[in-house]
């Protein structure tokens, strides 16, 4: 069972930073996909970015320019960096580590951070 723990997030002005932490209890080596979910109010969880054990990354287009996902193996802990952040940012924050597991794969969550950026 693959624990993940957020933190970083917080209240932040418009046009600020922030940088989300996710520690996990297993090396990242044994992990296919790491990433970053958020769900606002009202709607639904979406991939904000991920990152292969091999390293590849992947943003959603309305981050991308702005974050920047990171991992540390050393420390078995994943980064989202966030810049230029926007009102429409707010949500909470969820790490997510990915494991095949065939046929299909095993998804694990962590509990959620909040980011609420203020105009």
């Known amino acids: 069972q693959v624990q993940l723990v957020e933190s970083g997030g917080g209240l932040v002005q418009a046009g600020g930073s922030l940088r989300l932490s996710c520690a996990v209890s297993e090396s990242l080596f044994s992990i296919n996909v790491m990433g970053w979910y958020r769900q606002a109010p009202g709607k639904q969880r979406e991939l904000v970015a991920r990152?292969?054990?091999?390293?590849?990354?992947y943003y959603a287009d309305s981050v991308k320019g702005r974050f920047t996902i990171s991992r540390d193996n050393a420390k078995n802990t994943v980064y989202l960096q966030m810049n230029t952040l926007e009102p429409e940012d707010t949500a909470v924050y969820y790490c997510?580590?990915?494991?095949?597991?065939?046929?299909?794969?095993?998804?694990?969550w962590g509990q959620g951070t909040q980011v609420t950026v203020s105009s």
């Open positions: 990152i292969t054990a091999a390293g590849s990354e």
């Open positions: 997510n580590a990915k494991r095949a597991v065939l046929p299909g794969w095993r998804d694990y």
